[in-house]
């Protein structure tokens, strides 16, 4: 088995696998995302762009159906150990091993439909990210409050506010009307944005008494 390894014709079947190993290590000291964090491919293509992924050719081979990273793994194993047992059998047969271009080809050739028909069965059953990524935008109409400083017109405060997915983003503001002041923990009401800066009107009910 070493032999076959460590032979030339099989040097691209016995490469894939080591890049398995070194990818699974990388996984477990947890510095995968480094290298597959922004390697996925959004295959949820436009209806009326290319084609919808579903009848498209990467939906055949896997592509979007599960991570980047375990996809590629998949697709690297299945390459090196059909690679090696093509090499093996091929061998016995004529008593030589045979080119590792032409096998490669024929590896590559079962590798990737076979990906693709673990991948996508695979993909159904793990747990799907949701992103939670909003355009800042979206912020406006919804409640803040002040943590550091005192807002008036031109003189932003830093604020607090949460997005529909329960995410807190920390934003500048100040006063949408002159005149007005926010200080610190009192929650406001952001009504417009301007560049990086957002405007609110007060609530109204920041120095009302507090009723126990």
Do not use: C
């Amino acid at each position: 088995m070493i032999e076959l390894l460590t032979q030339p014709e099989s040097l691209p079947f016995s490469v894939a696998l080591g890049v398995v190993l070194l990818l699974a290590v990388l996984q477990l000291v947890g510095l995968g995302d480094l290298i597959g964090g922004d390697a996925g491919v959004d295959a949820d293509l436009d209806v009326d762009g290319d084609m919808a992924v579903d009848a498209g050719l990467l939906s055949l081979i896997g592509i979007g159906r599960v991570p980047f990273m375990m996809w590629l793994m998949i697709l690297l194993s299945i390459f090196g150990v059909t690679g090696l047992a093509g090499q093996h059998f091929l061998e016995a047969l004529t008593g030589a091993p045979w080119s590792a271009w032409l096998v490669s080809a024929g590896a590559a050739f079962v590798a990737l439909p076979a990906t693709g028909a673990i991948s996508r069965p695979l993909g159904r059953v793990l747990p799907k990210d949701e992103t939670t990524a909003i355009n800042v935008a979206a912020l406006v109409g919804r409640e803040a409050e002040v943590v550091i400083g005192t807002a008036t017109p031109g003189n932003p405060a830093r604020a607090k506010v949460t997005d529909h997915f329960g995410q807190t983003h920390y934003v500048m503001l100040e006063p949408d009307n002159a005149g007005q002041r926010f200080v610190q923990s009192e929650k406001v009401l952001l009504v417009r944005r301007e560049g990086e800066l957002f405007k609110a009107i007060a609530r109204g009910d920041h120095y009302l008494p507090k009723l126990d």
